[in-house]
């Protein structure tokens, strides 16, 4: 029988579920919830799924895991509600901006021995999912370094950063996930750097908006992070993985393969520009795996555990560019 | 209101095709035909149409369009019995092998006023749109020089060489409309070589299985076409273009951007190798067009007379093969 | 000791062989002759070779070697004289235009049994050599088919035109001996197409500027090769060799590798443009290998026998161009 | 009048010196100094310089200029006799490997007025050079960002790392001065990260093999350095700049542009793996540049002043991986 979904939160998030429920054989969206009203309506036209209240959705026998893509601060609460609700819950990165809460809250999960899987989608994306299986492959040896480039084609309104708890907990949070997943060892240590460059706004704002990140592990492996709020010339998401036997990285993404030659030289198109388009197939792979781990009853990945060492790994970097200096990073 | 098919047809290609209806917003597949219960029933199942025989769609007051994917002896019968029938007909390539029949076909296809599209998926691969896209917008000046490098990944059984009508009619028909399509004038001249280099079945079958082509236009525009049945690295498709002001080309696609390095070099993966991956996104473009010309009371392209055309060049290849000369295209 | 040379015409290309001799360990230029005293002059000068007469290197004890490139329509003459002189003899492509002159001057240094290396460049162009090893090395099994883009970066005067035998006999002779090198086997046939798109005056002039061909061994293998005069994003040489297991090709050159990216895209200069920086090494490559296969008394490549054959290729590729039909070669 | 060099050393990176010198028009090379005799006299008889003593050079009347290739303890005292002698001084990174004598040193140099070129030769290098090129015509906007990737083919021996002051003072003060000269602003703050990966004797011997450096300017750009001694795919030195309005990068060298293709996938040769191999070109850019300046009268570059600063940065990171904090660069 179809894993059938319940959607909390219709915003355009929750949307790109929405659409990867419909699209993945096995599942079926049944309801959705959002305080606006033509929100919910939206999905439910497009859909086919009931627009309901939270808590009817909550409690809904023929709900069997919801899709939690609320604004952040309802995260945790709607965690801790659908897991002693008995419901599958995947939730989209992060748990909360405060790690005490986090922890509360995978205390209420375990608890409740509630299936958890938190939406870091990188994870997904072919490319890296690739990168992650050369490595398992032995390709390139025992892992040392860790390069990620992670750079989005636009700055967000200062309205939003304002809010956002820091470009570390809001956007770097993905590559300190895919650092861990890459390096097999959590780091122990980082360094963070980071400056207004792009939009003096973001700065007035008290954030920054390009950085510079280090994460060391006991062992010493190393992974540098490069980001930035802005690229000219698309969404630029790179990894590449060194090790003792060799490296291997993953390229960017774009539309076509075409390139026009001329006298000014050859010219291949920009980048795909939004994270939607660049990570659609992680989106849909991400809601797979997340049924598929259901299904045969095993531990999803990535964890709320997952969740929380991000977060930490965040609220270190934001530490370390206040003070200076290298931090430990407390799990 | 959603526009109506019916698929006539279940084999792989009419599965591709319903997948693509399927996924196409205000399109619907309501029926299913095929001498096969079991290939119409598969088709049935997976997408809600309904299975019917051809006589029942072909006179079905709920079905507006018909995707003719039957084998290809029953092309031109089919499109003029819904012609006829005041459906309007998407039809795979090709309409006959025989060009007197094709002919024929077109001719009750124009009294009958029936609005019908050629399945030249390639012209809708988003690569080759975007070469098509930059000729037209200037970004060469005038095209004069056309490359097309087309090789299958593995040659097809001896049988079903014996009953294709020859590569230059089966494969090649492809590039020769490619050619046409990016030359934007038609070719007046063919020449063509071919060898069986791949499979000594093929050859003692008495086909080629490897083959270049000449074509030129009165201008003195010159295409290029390079084929083969066997492509160890994958399913190879690619344009170059050259015109005054300079170059466009199209790569191969490939599954991911990862590249292995080590001390034997950098290594990417072998191409996309089948011609279902590979073109996903030129079949959902191309039934997305027929709607919108079908909608838009705009005449359909690929046309019926680009599909004579195609066949054309394919003849005229045959013959230059067989006498070693430069043959007229008789259109 | 090293090997004493004589340059024999100090024009452009002079230039070029006689830096590639100062640059050779084991090679010097001991005298220079030219029509013109002034390029004889700028030669010694910058190498300390002494002017002569044609005449007095052909005769000189301290000269152990000629390098011929003075106009084409001496170098059999030439030749023959260096032959009867016991020189060693490094031509200049063609030996002639005539192939009947071509011929009666390879009989005289084959009774002369005169080292003779035609200057074919591009077999020494180290991409192109590594085509070659990886063929020979087996990595794509059995050669099957070649193809061969060849471009100049802008057009020729008309007036140069006028004299040089044609595009087939003075770009193309080239790609005629590369794909032989390639193919392994001497093609048997050939057919040509060609226009005149690029300038209106070297159609005036009775020549072509755009050209395609088709070359055939008897085994049934194919070469195709893709001409133009003009090529706006630089002089574009790159070659693609299909075989049973595989493919090598090798790309074009630029000067550096750099790119840069913004909203208008990714952007690469410009290739090489101009066949002395892009065939560099292959000149010196070329020196060097002459040299060599002298100190080692080994037979000379590309020989006499090759530059009659690549002619052969022209020649019966100008009359397929006339007649319109596949012309056998003869040899 | 040509530019006569006299060389003190005559190890590898004389020889690529005198080679370099030999290549380029107006420049001699009049004589050669070494410890060892035959080192010596092994430059003597490929370049025709005389074998002198160190004294004699520096007091030679027909040595314009000196190249000090000596090993690194002795670049302090020998730059300071020839500043003395009223030589232009071209000396191999670094001064020395204390910059308390640096900073003596070029007190000296001061006072004596001597020009003085430091031996960065990546400066010189053309893909690096364009990049720099790039920026300064605008085409990136203000540079925000950079990133460089400098990992060595293969780690040195134990032995050497003992001696060679540490990695970052070692190996990294190259990319410390490319960071300088990409930023074009100094920076002001390091922090490091290293550890012993590749070879635990480089760890026994107290010095790192990996590691990872931030580096922050005063209105805060940042650069990121990635280190290795070990690529087994090649000689790794990549560079990218990121600007306000787009970014620009230059990518690793290869000797050939082949690629073969087969079912294992596309595989492109490894990089060029020897720093003589990968910065030929930029060694005699380099001995270019500076008889240029020394003709122009103009300032030299990289100067002294560069030299001390790298090593600046060299020390500061030192520091910051003793003590796992951001340290403020002396300069």
Redesign the interface.
């Known amino acids: 029988m179809a894993l059938r979904f319940g959607l909390l939160g219709a915003g355009r998030i929750g949307k790109v579920h929405a659409g990867a429920v419909a699209a993945t054989p096995g599942a079926e969206l049944v309801a959705v919830a959002d305080a606006l009203p033509e929100a919910a309506a939206f999905i439910s036209k497009s859909s086919g799924a009931e627009v309901r209240t939270i808590d009817e959705i909550m409690n809904a026998k023929d709900v069997d895991a919801v899709l939690i893509t609320t604004p952040t601060d309802m995260h945790a609460d709607m965690i801790e509600q659908a897991a002693r609700a008995k419901k599958a819950i995947f939730c989209e990165k992060p748990v909360d901006l405060d790690i005490a809460r986090v922890r509360r809250c995978l205390d209420t999960v375990a608890r409740e021995k509630a299936p958890l899987m938190i939406g870091f989608n990188r994870r997904f994306d072919?490319?890296f999912m690739?990168?992650r299986a050369?490595i398992d492959a032995g390709?390139?040896g025992a892992v040392?370094?860790v390069?990620i480039?992670s750079?989005d084609s636009a700055p967000p309104p200062a309205s939003y950063v304002a809010r956002s708890g820091g470009m570390f907990r809001d956007m770097t949070i993905h590559d300190f996930d895919m650092a861990a997943f890459l390096l097999g060892e959590d780091p122990v240590?980082v360094?963070a750097?980071g400056?207004?460059?792009?939009d003096p706004e973001i700065g007035k704002a008290g954030d920054i908006d390009?950085?510079?990140v280090?994460l060391?592990t006991k062992s010493?492996?190393?992974a540098?992070i490069?980001n930035?709020r802005?690229?000219?010339?698309g969404y630029?998401q790179r990894i590449e993985v060194?090790g003792?036997?060799?490296?291997?990285?993953?390229?960017?993404?774009r539309?076509?393969?075409?390139?026009?030659?001329?006298?000014?030289?050859?010219?291949?198109?920009?980048l795909l520009d939004f994270f939607m388009t660049r990570y659609t197939q992680a989106y849909a792979n991400e809601i797979a795996a997340f049924i598929k781990a259901l299904d045969a009853g095993k531990p999803m990945h990535p964890s709320g555990e997952d969740g929380l060492k991000a977060l930490a790994m965040a609220d270190a970097a934001m530490l370390s560019l206040k003070e200076?200096?290298?931090v430990d990073i407390a799990y």
């Open positions: 072919p490319n690739e990168v050369r390709q390139i040392e370094m390069s480039t750079r240590k360094f750097v400056s207004s460059l792009v390009s950085g510079s280090i060391t010493g492996k190393i540098q490069s930035s802005r690229a000219t010339y630029d060194h003792s036997k060799g490296m291997v990285h993953a390229e960017n993404m539309a076509t393969t075409v390139e026009v030659a001329d006298a000014q030289g050859y010219r291949r198109e920009p200076g200096r290298q």
